[in-house]
């Protein structure tokens, strides 16, 4: 564990760290109540099968050890690779299955290996079996499990490669569609000594703005490597047969997806073309979109694109784009077409079309709609071949949907649904699915209604419900809604007609467990028990209050068991945040969240430092609110600290806070977060930032929300660059970022330039560099060291009455 602390302020606050500029040291523990909590085993992940009578439990490990993070790893394209067994890179999850049947409420377990781990989970059409693979040692194979029998087998030993994970089973379940390690592809490309020249890149006067991707390809090493890992084999191979065989269809390529149409007889076969670029992730390379026969061949090519190095942020490619089958069509492709070049700048009254194209594939396209914005994709349903369609405005955050008949090519749409996306208040749900007569995902239309779920939010918080919606009229009517001191929301129908239904059932001392309504009966399917039953106790209550400009703002308070405000008086306070850009205080003052969930701790959570006596303001709203998405951020220092001086005076005015004893802190744009209160006001004792991106000139071409690039803003990227105001960081701030972060902007050379940048003008600080932990922390040595280290800081610099010493000025 390497961490860093400014010189010679360890023995003046006479904290427990070295007072070493740099070192060296074992993980950390923090207190046993928080690691056996971290240790508490996890509820299993349910999934409910397409013909509605079997819920299958993925039963799920602890953190695993960064032992198994420390496995090699090839960072390629984007990717994180583990060569040895040709699939991502990672910990095992899921490491069990179990079957409920859910006429008899039986379970059974299944028989899988015992040290392996399971992905890629796809049911067959009928819900009969569910395939999935298993990763153990060096080897990814192919398994499937009957719910009948409630028996899993394996049907291909090795060589499954899961570079991109493609599974699909053809629509009769007959068969399912694998791809496995080319046969012919070699020895693995082994990188030379000694070079043969240098890296070179070109640029020929095109504009090419890229996001900061990290794992890119580097050199002609990695790209060779890539393409041996990724190169792969397509088979088909009979689940049911006793001696299973796999067959191959067609010849090695570096396929990236496959997709068997509705009807059975193609395939959807989607290629990436060589050279590779250097600049952009696999997504943005050259490739090629083909439909195939079963059997491996070539019906004829959709779409060729070039390296996509030219995409205007935000934009799309330009071109044909997005290929998939019509779900209601036995074999028709459809697929989006920029209308404006593939550039949200350019303004158009029509942004989108959608094209269709049906077997054989050697007649001419037609046009099926235009959108006056960027479409987004289409749910087909179960009546005829009426789809309903997405578009979204990114500029004026307005979400529409349209009924779209697939069959009518330019005739009139039908408008479903249109509100500002942000708008949680006016949000009606997503449909609720059945599979159709091709075995696809489809949302049911039944009897002339949809049955649509949703969050519910209220001004009282999320209200989950299940309505029915007259497809012809839109008109809603609410069947069933959560109500009392829990939280429920439907997860599926049992019966079409909604009579009965599943949902998840929790409330603050009951983890999330499977219930089934059948009118006014319910019944629970599952019981899994409370993994922390200690903190039933802890407080949690749901808050609004409203910052000095009249913005509405809303948080989640967590009080330790038995505090009273008047007896005990006021705790210190942490105050975990995450900003978020709205068009207006309307939709940015909306209430989100439930005081009724159950309250997992888990990970590095900051409900831990509940358990340890403080006060927590969790996911307290920092809306940065303007009209002009272009401009918001303009005002985004002065709307932060406008936001936190009244999380803090609400602290105050409830009796829980003193407004002396306070954190801030926040994971990655919440670090960001972090840095800017520290460094732009006195509000604060101490600041944890976790994962951050403290220096925006290091992302020029945008970030977050904000569209400019650097060079039309550049002022801007200064302001809001907390590294260039580091000379201001008076209060101490603690770093945490994994040392093979591979999100977008936050390179773990941003906690390392920030601490430097304290540091060199005398602050407080100190940075922590977690081995083989990425943008989140996953191994169970890290979650308890960033605990332990968490907990520290903050009793040390925030609990005092009297402020702990801090960095000369």
Same mark, same amino acid.
């Given at each position: 564990?390497?961490?860093?602390?400014?010189?010679?302020?360890?023995?003046?606050?006479?904290?427990?760290?070295?007072?070493?500029?740099?070192?060296?040291?074992?993980?950390?523990?923090?207190?046993?109540?928080?690691?056996?909590?971290?240790?508490?085993?996890?509820?299993?992940?349910?999934?409910?099968?397409?013909? &509605?009578?079997?819920?299958?439990?993925?039963?799920?490990?602890?953190?695993?050890?960064?032992?198994?993070?420390?496995?090699?790893?090839?960072?390629?394209?984007?990717?994180?690779?583990?060569?040895?067994?040709?699939? =991502?890179?990672?910990?095992?999850?899921?490491?069990?299955?179990?079957?409920?049947?859910?006429?008899?409420?039986?379970?059974?377990?299944?028989?899988?290996?015992?040290?392996?781990?399971?992905?890629?989970?796809?049911?067959?059409?009928?819900?009969?079996?569910?395939?999935?693979?298993?990763?153990?040692?060096?080897?990814?194979?192919?398994?499937?499990?009957?719910?009948?029998?409630?028996?899993?087998?394996?049907?291909?030993?090795?060589?499954v490669n899961d570079v991109f994970g493609s599974i699909d089973w053809t629509p009769d379940g007959e068969r399912l569609i694998v791809t496995m390690n080319s046969p012919d592809r070699g020895p693995m490309p082994v990188r030379p000594r000694v070079p043969a020249g240098p890296v070179i890149q070109s640029a020929s006067g095109y504009e090419a703005p890229v996001r900061t991707y990290q794992d890119l390809l580097e050199d002609a090493q990695d790209a060779a490597l890539f393409a041996w890992l990724a190169e792969t084999q397509l088979v088909w191979i009979d689940p049911d047969a006793r001696r299973p065989r796999p067959r191959e269809i067609g010849e090695p390529?570096?396929?990236?997806?496959?997709?068997?149409?509705?009807?059975?007889?193609?395939?959807?076969?989607?290629?990436?073309?060589?050279?590779?670029?250097?600049?952009?992730?696999?997504?943005?390379?050259?490739?090629?979109?083909?439909?195939?026969?079963?059997?491996?061949?070539?019906?004829?090519?959709?779409?060729?694109?070039?390296?996509?190095?030219?995409?205007?942020?935000?934009?799309?490619?330009?071109?044909?784009?997005?290929?998939?089958?019509?779900?209601?069509?036995?074999?028709?492709?459809?697929?989006?077409?920029?209308?404006?070049?593939?550039?949200?700048?350019?303004?158009?009254?029509? &942004?989108?079309?959608?094209?269709?194209?049906?077997?054989?594939?050697?007649?001419?396209?037609?046009?099926?709609? &235009?959108?006056?914005?960027?479409?987004?994709?289409?749910?087909?349903?179960?009546?005829?071949?009426?789809?309903?369609?997405?578009?979204?405005?990114?500029?004026?955050?307005?979400?529409?949907?349209?009924?779209?008949?697939?069959?009518?090519p330019g005739a009139e749409q039908r408008l479903a649904e249109e509100r500002n996306l942000q708008d949680s208040y006016a949000d009606p749900g997503t449909p609720l699915t059945t599979r159709n007569q091709f075995g696809q995902t489809v949302a049911a239309v039944v009897d002339g209604y949809m049955y649509n779920t949703g969050d519910g939010a209220t001004p009282d918080g999320d209200r989950p419900f299940l309505s029915r919606v007259n497809f012809d009229t839109f008109e809603t009517e609410i069947l069933w809604r959560n109500s009392g001191e829990n939280y429920e929301e439907v997860i599926g129908l049992l019966e079409e007609d909604a009579s009965r239904f599943?949902?998840?059932?929790?409330?603050?001392?009951?983890?999330?467990?499977?219930?089934?309504?059948?009118?006014?009966?319910?019944?629970?399917?599952?019981?899994?028990?409370?993994?922390?039953?200690?903190?039933?106790?802890?407080?949690?209550?749901?808050?609004?209050?409203? =910052?000095?400009?009249?913005?509405?703002?809303?948080?989640?308070?967590?009080?330790?068991?038995?505090?009273?405000?008047?007896?005990?008086?006021?705790?210190?306070?942490?105050?975990?945040?995450?900003?978020?850009?709205?068009?207006?205080?309307?939709?940015?003052?909306?209430?989100?969240?439930? %005081?009724?969930?159950?309250?997992?701790?888990?990970?590095?959570?900051?409900?831990?430092?509940?358990?340890?006596?403080?006060?927590?303001?969790?996911?307290?709203?920092?809306?940065?609110?303007?009209?002009? %998405?272009?401009?918001?951020?303009?005002?985004?220092?002065?709307?932060?600290?406008?936001?936190?001086?009244?999380?803090?005076?609400?602290?105050?005015?409830?009796?829980?806070?003193?407004?002396?004893?306070?954190?801030?802190?926040?994971?990655?744009?919440?670090?960001?977060?972090?840095?800017?209160?520290?460094?732009?006001?006195?509000?604060? &004792?101490?600041?944890?930032?976790?994962?951050?991106?403290?220096?925006?000139?290091?992302?020029?071409?945008?970030?977050?929300?904000?569209?400019?690039?650097?060079?039309?803003?550049?002022?801007?990227?200064?302001?809001?660059?907390?590294?260039?105001?580091?000379?201001?960081?008076?209060?101490?701030?603690?770093?945490?970022?994994?040392?093979?972060?591979?999100?977008?902007?936050?390179?773990?050379?941003?906690?390392?330039?920030?601490?430097?940048?304290?540091?060199?003008?005398?602050?407080?600080?100190?940075?922590?560099?977690?081995?083989?932990?990425?943008?989140?922390?996953?191994?169970?040595?890290?979650?308890?060291?960033?605990?332990?280290?968490?907990?520290?800081?903050?009793?040390?610099?925030?609990?005092?009455?009297?402020?702990?010493?801090?960095?000369?000025?």
């Amino acid at each position: 564990m390497r961490f860093v602390v400014a010189a010679g302020l360890a023995g003046a606050v006479g904290l427990s760290f070295s007072a070493m500029a740099q070192d060296e040291e074992v993980y950390r523990l923090p207190a046993q109540d928080i690691v056996d909590i971290v240790d508490a085993p996890n509820a299993p992940l349910t999934s409910l099968s397409p013909d &509605r009578r079997h819920l299958l439990l993925l039963h799920r490990e602890s953190l695993p050890p960064v032992a198994d993070l420390a496995r090699p790893m090839e960072r390629l394209a984007g990717l994180r690779l583990d060569a040895a067994t040709n699939g =991502r890179h990672g910990p095992r999850s899921v490491t069990g299955l179990s079957v409920i049947d859910l006429d008899t409420g039986e379970e059974r377990s299944f028989d899988t290996p015992r040290d392996g781990g399971l992905s890629d989970f796809t049911w067959s059409p009928d819900g009969s079996q569910a395939a999935f693979l298993v990763t153990e040692g060096d080897a990814i194979a192919l398994w499937v499990a009957d719910m009948a029998s409630g028996r899993a087998r394996e049907l291909i030993g090795e060589g499954v490669n899961d570079v991109f994970g493609s599974i699909d089973w053809t629509p009769d379940g007959e068969r399912l569609i694998v791809t496995m390690n080319s046969p012919d592809r070699g020895p693995m490309p082994v990188r030379p000594r000694v070079p043969a020249g240098p890296v070179i890149q070109s640029a020929s006067g095109y504009e090419a703005p890229v996001r900061t991707y990290q794992d890119l390809l580097e050199d002609a090493q990695d790209a060779a490597l890539f393409a041996w890992l990724a190169e792969t084999q397509l088979v088909w191979i009979d689940p049911d047969a006793r001696r299973p065989r796999p067959r191959e269809i067609g010849e090695p390529g570096l396929y990236y997806s496959v997709e068997v149409a509705p009807g059975g007889d193609y395939l959807l076969v989607e290629t990436l073309q060589q050279p590779f670029s250097y600049d952009v992730p696999w997504s943005r390379f050259a490739q090629t979109a083909e439909v195939w026969t079963l059997d491996g061949d070539p019906v004829a090519v959709l779409g060729e694109q070039d390296i996509a190095d030219d995409v205007p942020i935000g934009g799309v490619v330009d071109g044909r784009r997005s290929f998939a089958w019509q779900a209601s069509h036995e074999a028709r492709i459809i697929w989006a077409e920029a209308l404006d070049g593939g550039d949200p700048r350019v303004e158009t009254d029509e &942004r989108d079309s959608v094209w269709a194209l049906a077997a054989p594939f050697d007649g001419e396209p037609v046009e099926i709609a &235009r959108f006056e914005d960027r479409y987004y994709g289409t749910q087909f349903t179960s009546q005829g071949q009426t789809g309903i369609a997405v578009e979204y405005d990114r500029d004026t955050r307005v979400l529409r949907r349209w009924v779209v008949d697939f069959s009518a090519p330019g005739a009139e749409q039908r408008l479903a649904e249109e509100r500002n996306l942000q708008d949680s208040y006016a949000d009606p749900g997503t449909p609720l699915t059945t599979r159709n007569q091709f075995g696809q995902t489809v949302a049911a239309v039944v009897d002339g209604y949809m049955y649509n779920t949703g969050d519910g939010a209220t001004p009282d918080g999320d209200r989950p419900f299940l309505s029915r919606v007259n497809f012809d009229t839109f008109e809603t009517e609410i069947l069933w809604r959560n109500s009392g001191e829990n939280y429920e929301e439907v997860i599926g129908l049992l019966e079409e007609d909604a009579s009965r239904f599943l949902t998840s059932y929790e409330d603050p001392s009951t983890p999330p467990n499977v219930r089934l309504h059948a009118g006014e009966d319910v019944s629970w399917v599952t019981e899994f028990p409370n993994p922390h039953p200690q903190l039933d106790d802890i407080r949690k209550e749901l808050i609004t209050y409203e =910052r000095a400009d009249g913005v509405p703002l809303s948080a989640t308070v967590y009080l330790p068991a038995g505090y009273d405000a008047e007896r005990d008086g006021p705790l210190p306070l942490v105050i975990w945040a995450y900003p978020l850009e709205y068009s207006d205080a309307g939709t940015a003052g909306q209430v989100r969240g439930s %005081p009724y969930r159950f309250s997992r701790v888990a990970g590095t959570s900051p409900r831990f430092f509940v358990t340890q006596g403080y006060a927590l303001m969790e996911n307290a709203t920092m809306p940065i609110v303007g009209a002009d %998405p272009e401009t918001v951020n303009d005002t985004f220092i002065e709307q932060l600290v406008l936001s936190a001086e009244a999380a803090i005076q609400e602290s105050v005015a409830r009796g829980f806070g003193d407004g002396e004893r306070t954190a801030i802190a926040g994971h990655s744009y919440g670090a960001f977060m972090t840095a800017h209160l520290l460094a732009q006001s006195d509000l604060f &004792r101490a600041g944890i930032a976790r994962s951050g991106a403290y220096n925006r000139t290091l992302t020029p071409f945008g970030f977050q929300s904000e569209r400019r690039p650097f060079w039309e803003a550049p002022q801007v990227y200064y302001e809001l660059s907390p590294f260039m105001a580091a000379d201001r960081i008076n209060e101490p701030m603690l770093l945490i970022h994994g040392e093979i972060d591979n999100n977008s902007g936050t390179f773990p050379m941003q906690s390392e330039r920030m601490f430097a940048a304290v540091k060199g003008n005398g602050g407080t600080a100190r940075l922590v560099m977690l081995p083989y932990e990425s943008h989140g922390y996953r191994a169970r040595e890290s979650v308890l060291h960033v605990l332990a280290e968490s907990m520290d800081w903050l009793d040390t610099y925030v609990r005092p009455e009297t402020p702990a010493r801090a960095a000369p000025r």
